[in-house]
């Protein structure tokens, strides 16, 4: 019969191995050696084929293969798991999708069923969605053996998540804002106990500022811990972060730096800035068949965008930072299910979130900073798939875009496109940023007001062109698809495809 963390708990007192002991001689072998580089990973060339090859036990693995579907480790598993089930603090590089949530939640469960222990774990993470995703995929995985999570995270209601941390979860997925808010306010939680830290996406959450956080948390856990750090670039910050929490670690590393795979296509477009939406919307029809993640700089860039490409038709929904939690999960949810087929996001939806299958990445905006680049393409052409990437490059963004190039040390293919048939939307698009302003306007304006009457969060652009479509905007409710026809008739008429 196989373990359960609860069945563990009861059957027989909780002894770990000698972790304190192993944690001594750690120490002393890293004062021996005082490098601030971590050392690379044993057997990291011997690749083992199965998760028991790794260490891992029966309950677990039968979990990966049964409830997962994961037939074998991933490198960055076959790399991490062994080091941390050996207690080695880990610095793990890796590309997005890597596999990088299982390589740190495996041992950890499997932790926990030598030692179950409340507040057991803490894992970090730069954003809510990221959060949610790994505290689902460690609830999925632990479910077998009774592994408890809590998820804390901003934009859901305190009390609740307090209730959660009195029934004393083994594992805390948080963002780290949240975590610090409940250290200070919630009776009864605390983490001096904490076996292990994980630091998910550490680039970022450094980027994020939450420096500060971090560091309050790092105050109040035990120095005898395991710590792992994942982030998909080694940035100064990093560096500094890895020698201020983790003890002799060993370094992990799956993927050369910042490169992106053979089987994603790129290519730039070389657009002037004030038909840019007349390039998107082009994009929009002729991939409309596809699955696309857009990514633009600002919430309001993607509130615009998104409402544009509704009045034309298109299945869009937005996701950015302003978008009140449950809106953002809807906003998921409907792009992962199908409902709707253009994701439009800021570069918080870049990193991290397990959405499985993308066709196609645009970069309505260049990103600022160029390894975003890799990220926000990193979205497609996974696990072997093939990919399409487009980037949009205005005349102000020159230097930005050459910085990508540089980075990559790739020169991309220009996308191949008629401007004629481009500039044939001209009129239809225009109208339909005029619409997509007056709905802004008309939202912020019903925000003000809604607050008064406790409407709060009316982000998604649904519900609000549900209510504004019954206005007349001269849009027809702004469902018809653009069509090239269309603009040739001059007509506003039924929508037809190309
Ligand atoms: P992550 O990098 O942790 O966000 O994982 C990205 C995706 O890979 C998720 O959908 C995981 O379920 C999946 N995954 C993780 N490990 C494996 C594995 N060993 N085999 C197949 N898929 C995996």
Redesign the pocket.
């Known amino acids: 019969m196989y373990r359960s963390i609860i069945s563990v708990a009861r059957a027989r007192p909780a002894r770990r191995p000698a972790a304190a002991t192993l944690r001594a001689i750690a120490r002393l072998s890293s004062l021996a050696m005082p490098s601030d580089d971590a050392e690379p990973a044993r057997d990291a060339k011997a690749k083992p084929q199965t998760f028991e090859d790794l260490g891992v036990c029966a309950e677990l693995a039968d979990a ?1 293969a049964k409830i ?7 490198p960055i ?1 076959c790399a991490a798991v062994p080091e941390a089930l050996r207690e080695r603090d880990v610095i793990g590089l890796a590309q ?7 390589a740190f939640a495996l041992p950890i469960l499997q932790s926990l069923l030598d030692a179950p222990q409340g507040f057991h774990s803490l894992i970090l993470s730069p954003t809510r969605e990221l959060a949610m ?1 790994i505290a689902e ?1 460690i609830e999925t995985l632990g479910a077998g053996v009774g592994a408890r999570t809590a998820t804390l995270v901003g934009g859901v209601d305190m009390t609740t998540q307090a209730i959660k941390l009195g029934k004393r979860p083994h594992v805390i997925v948080g963002t780290p804002g949240r975590v610090v808010d409940h250290l200070e306010n919630t009776k009864g939680f605390s983490l001096r106990a904490l076996k292990v830290l994980v630091l998910d996406e550490a680039d970022r959450l450094l980027n994020l500022d939450f420096e500060e956080e971090i560091d309050k948390i790092l105050r109040v856990i035990p120095s005898d811990r395991r710590t792992q750090l994942f982030s998909a670039t080694m940035t100064n910050k990093v560096a500094k972060l890895q020698r201020a929490c983790l003890r002799d670690p060993v370094k992990v590393e799956v993927s050369a730096k910042y490169s992106t795979v053979e089987s994603l296509k790129q290519h730039y477009l070389f657009i002037p800035a004030k038909h840019k939406d007349c390039y998107a919307t082009y994009l929009f029809n002729e991939l409309s068949a596809s699955t696309l993640i857009v990514f633009a700089r600002t919430c309001d860039a993607t509130r615009k965008l998104a409402l544009i490409a509704r009045n034309l038709g298109f299945g869009a929904v937005p996701i950015h930072g302003q978008m009140s939690q449950p809106k953002r999960i809807a906003a998921l949810q409907k792009f992962k299910s199908g409902e709707r087929n253009i994701l439009i996001a800021t570069d918080v939806a870049s990193r ?1 979130l ?1 959405i ?1 299958s993308v066709d196609v990445v645009i970069n309505y905006d260049v990103p600022q900073n160029s390894k975003d680049y890799v990220h926000r393409v990193g979205r497609t052409a996974r696990a072997g798939r093939s990919g399409l990437a487009v980037t949009m490059v205005t005349q102000y963004d020159v230097e930005l875009y050459q910085k990508i190039e540089r980075l990559i040390n790739k020169k991309l293919d220009k996308y191949p496109l008629e401007e004629e048939a481009v500039m044939l939307l001209y009129d239809r698009v225009n109208e339909a940023q005029r619409i997509a302003i007056q709905q802004m306007r008309d939202q912020d304006e019903r925000k003000g007001k809604g607050a008064k009457r406790g409407f709060k969060d009316d982000d998604d652009a649904d519900k609000m062109l549900n209510i504004l479509g019954k206005k007349d905007y001269g849009g027809g409710g702004g469902r018809a698809r653009v069509t090239k026809q269309s603009k040739l008739n001059g007509a506003k008429g039924p929508p037809r495809r190309f």
Request: with cysteine.
């Open positions: 990966c997962m579907g994961w037939r074998a480790p991933t598993q997005t999708g890597s596999g990088k949530t299982g995703q995929q991290g397990d499985p």
